[in-house]
């Protein structure tokens, strides 16, 4: 059966119409600016970078101020924008143990090399809504200190300097990509760490914290959280070498979970590991806990049937582009498709009416 | 790959990447007057794939894209200048390439001095100021004392 789906035009455009002014909302109040959202949005701009996979806080800034505010559409604008560029090639891989760092800060080790450093962060605040920002005003300079010249090392090499963790031994093999090849099970570390990389804030937290609760328990610990500047480095092929670009701005979390030994390597802790573009630690904590849960096969443990193990499970539904793609389409027409289920609940009722009638 | 330890390859990766790291309006400010070029390949806008490492130090894995823009002039002397700059900058990109080739030129002291000098400057104390602000949240452990005989 064949329905018109013509009629919706007129409509259509005066929906967009007024959305555009509901966007723009009270004329009387100014307009934000995109460098506003940039400046004093920046962790919603965050967000929007990370899982919109695209770093670039002007591009994220205006997508959010088009979707009102609604991060998983301003996701889904980047995402769409993305699509439209040329991909000139891959960077070396970052080296974070050489962050410029904001914070640091380690749950397993109280004193170490570069110290904990607190950074621009919401710790420790007493989550009292401050009614001074509702007036404008400009806040007095931080503090600053001498800044020690010393190298801020990573905390797991410290305990790898006994043997007592997991080792990640540099290696070169190709990352697989996700966004050019359709996602294959089982997958590989690498292909999982791009996909939690880009995955729902919601979703991979409600994850880690059920592996807190229980739900394919790995007992962690940070072992360490650094938010900072990386270099970016690339290869030009017109020059032969490699040049450092531009800096991002990262958030990696490296967790230290429950050991692991056997007959020939004695016990030693594992590890779980999170890598965020932005200032996002919620997200690289919680990215660094589904980690570790889903390695459960190679690091030889049971499947508890818990779904933080199952990687089909996780990877399938932690994407909120392809989660709200596919719940969203139901709300758009579906006459047809309804129309069917409709001749068919009326023939079961009528069988229904006509086998009870013989009965009786 | 020439991952070359010549000093020339050396030195032009330092000032290609101060070129690219420089906050567009800034460099603009430094290198207002460009000489006669042409584009040899037109500001382009596009992305790089920025890779990490499975635990920071293992196997690289894909953590997402960053914009990119590149460009290729040809100075009328025939210098020929690179760019790839972070974002979508496309007057960045060309202004950029433009002192990239000059840097191969005569009047590479000059731009040495004039714009790459301030460049690496104002870079390095904007790196101070951060690193400064970030020390001064630095935790100072002190153990507090306990018991009757303290």
């Known amino acids: 059966m064949y329905v018109a789906v013509k009629g919706g035009e007129r409509a259509i455009d005066a929906a967009h119409a007024w959305l555009a002014e509901e966007r723009r909302g009270d004329p009387s109040v100014p307009e934000l600016t995109l460098a506003q959202i940039r400046e004093q949005m920046a962790l919603a701009v965050n967000r929007v970078m990370a899982e919109g996979s695209l770093y670039d806080p002007d591009l994220a800034a205006l997508a959010i101020k088009q979707a009102r505010g609604d991060l998983i559409e301003a996701v889904f604008l980047i995402r769409a924008y993305r699509t439209t560029l040329p991909r000139f090639g891959a960077s070396r891989p970052v080296d974070t143990a050489a962050m410029a760092v904001d914070r640091r800060v380690s749950a397993t080790f109280k004193d170490l090399p570069g110290g904990q450093v607190l950074g621009p962060t919401f710790d420790y605040t007493h989550r009292l809504l401050d009614f001074a920002l509702a007036a404008e005003g400009t806040p007095p300079p931080a503090p600053m200190a001498p800044a020690p010249d010393e190298p801020v090392p990573h905390v797991t090499g410290l305990l790898d300097r006994d043997g007592l ?12 990509d996700l966004t050019r090849q359709p996602l294959e099970l089982p997958a590989s570390r690498a292909l999982r760490l791009q996909a939690l990389a880009r995955a729902d804030e919601g979703f991979t937290l409600s994850l880690a914290y059920s592996t807190q609760r229980g739900y394919g328990r790995t007992h962690a610990f940070v072992g360490e959280l650094r938010i900072g500047r990386v270099a970016v480095e690339v290869e030009l092929p017109e020059l032969g070498f490699a040049v450092e670009i531009g800096e991002v701005e990262l958030t990696e979390c490296d967790t230290v979970n429950q050991f692991k030994g056997s007959k020939t390597e004695p016990p030693q802790f594992t590890r779980g590991y999170g890598l965020v573009m932005g200032q996002s630690e919620r997200k690289a904590i919680s990215m660094s806990l589904v980690d570790r849960a889903l390695r459960w096969q190679e690091l030889g443990e049971d499947f508890t049937g818990a779904p933080a193990q199952d990687e ?21 027409p579906h006459y047809v498709d309804f129309q069917a289920e409709l001749e068919l609940v009326r023939r079961m009722r009528r069988e229904a009416v006509q086998m009870q009638e013989a009965a009786e | 790959m020439s991952q070359s330890s ?14 690219a790291k420089a906050p567009p309006g800034r460099l603009a400010a430094l290198l207002p007057e460009l000489p006669a070029y042409e584009m040899l390949r037109a500001p382009e806008i596009g992305t790089v794939m920025v890779q990490g490492r499975i635990g ?72 101070a100021t951060r690193a400064g602000k970030a020390a001064a949240t630095r935790v100072e452990f002190f153990t507090m004392l306990r018991g009757e005989d303290a």
Request: hydrophobic share 40%.
């Open chain 1, 165 to 176: 963790i997991e080792r990640q031994p540099a290696e070169d093999t190709p990352a697989p």
């Open chain 1, 312 to 332: 089909e499970f996780v990877l399938s539904h932690c994407d909120n582009i392809q989660s709200t793609g596919f719940l969203e389409h139901i709300k758009l």
């Open chain 2, 56 to 127: 920071g130090t293992g196997a690289p894995f894909n953590l997402g894209e960053m914009t990119v823009t590149r460009c290729s002039v040809r100075l009328s002397e025939g210098a020929v200048g690179h760019a790839c700059v972070q974002g979508r900058n496309k007057a960045h990109a060309a202004r950029a390439a433009v002192a990239d080739a000059l840097m191969q030129t005569g009047a590479a002291p000059q731009i040495a001095a004039q714009v790459l000098g301030p460049l690496r400057q104002e870079a390095a104390e904007a790196r």
């Open chain 2, 6 to 19: 010549q000093p020339e390859t050396a030195a032009r990766r330092d000032w290609i990447s101060a070129l």
